[in-house]
């Protein structure tokens, strides 16, 4: 099957004191139509920055992006436009994102004039009924006239997802969307998310620092991990959390917090050998992950950037070295005898 985005060897640079800012390196990523995939790693880690070139805001350094199997250069303007409202971004904070001098109404119904989506004022005003009702905000007569500060968090996280919808996508980039409303309201987004994704034949790329959260959400897509601007490891979610196989992958899902006080006593506890992350400026030669990689080998992680392949005994891909070649991962006791830092 043909995916609907597919990254070839991406990088994205930013100039930053005039010196070139590495954010992405050699993303190579396919995402199915109707697929669930999570975006997961650090601050910093590339994963936003990956979301605007999906969502076409912004343009790779190198490297290319296809739209379903098309170089997205080889469409002309009218097509790429229609392309560009197929792939529609949720930014993580909707009192930024949603004009605050726009009732609810005018924010949905902008989109909806500007590109033809209805006809005639009666078409939009249905319209925004309709969107209001599918996110959850009723009756959509409460909320059309209403400021985005009038609303709670919550509720302007579905108009910013309403909004979204409004061009009719094929594939939404949720950046970070429920990091900014309570917990209580976060599984009720995720199960809306579910419900329009099956609805409406959406492909949904979930970017998000929290691997718990990535497993709930993904449980039946798929999870990439992303270290320095680099995917470090990618499979089904269900092997990815079953048997992580990248060390920066076992160190996510060792800090992730167990509600059993008996699983928290007997977790094992991953001793890094630095608790710092490299800059993006000075990034580290080899495996960027080394120097802080418990159980990474003296002249073969710190000498060779790994590319994601198969490693022995797992099903997803991974970028260790040591893994692709069938070396066993043993802690390097030499190196944090003086760590002193748990994850």
Known sequence: MTPVIELRGVNRTFIKDRKPIPVLQDINLGIEENEIICLVGESGCGKTTTGKIISGLLQPSSGEMLFRGRPISSYDRKEQAVIRRQLQLVHQDPFASLNPAHTIGDILGFPLKRHRMVDGISGVRRRIWELLTMVDLTPPGDIVNKYPHQLSGGQRQRVSIARSLTVNPKLIV??????????????????????????????????????????????????????????????????????????????????????????????????????????????????????????????????????????????????????????????????????????
């Not at 970070?176 to 492909?203: F, P, Q, W, Y």
């Not at 006080?261 to 993006?280: A, E, G, N």
């Open 174 to 343: 949720a950046d970070e969307a429920v990091s900014m409303v309570d917990v209580s309201i976060r599984i009720s987004l995720l199960k809306m998310l579910h419900e329009l994704r099956e609805r409406l034949g959406l492909t949904i790329v979930f970017i998000t620092h929290d691997l718990a959260l990535a497993k709930y959400f993904a449980w039946e897509g798929r999870i990439a991990v992303m270290y320095l601007g680099r995917i470090v490891e990618i499979g089904r979610t269900q092997d990815v959390i079953a048997s992580p196989a990248h060390p920066y992958t076992r160190a996510l899902l060792a800090a992730v917090p167990e509600a059993d006080p008996d699983l928290t006593r007997h977790k094992q506890v991953l001793r890094l050998r630095s608790d710092d992350i490299p800059s993006l400026s000075d990034i580290p030669p080899g495996c960027a992950f080394h120097p802080r990689c418990p159980f990474h080998v003296p002249g073969l992680c710190d000498g060779v950037v790994p590319a994601l392949g198969d490693g022995p005994g797992f099903s997803q891909q991974v970028a260790c070295l040591p893994l692709q070649q069938g070396i066993p991962l043993v802690v390097n006791q030499t190196s944090t005898q003086n760590a002193g830092q748990h994850v």
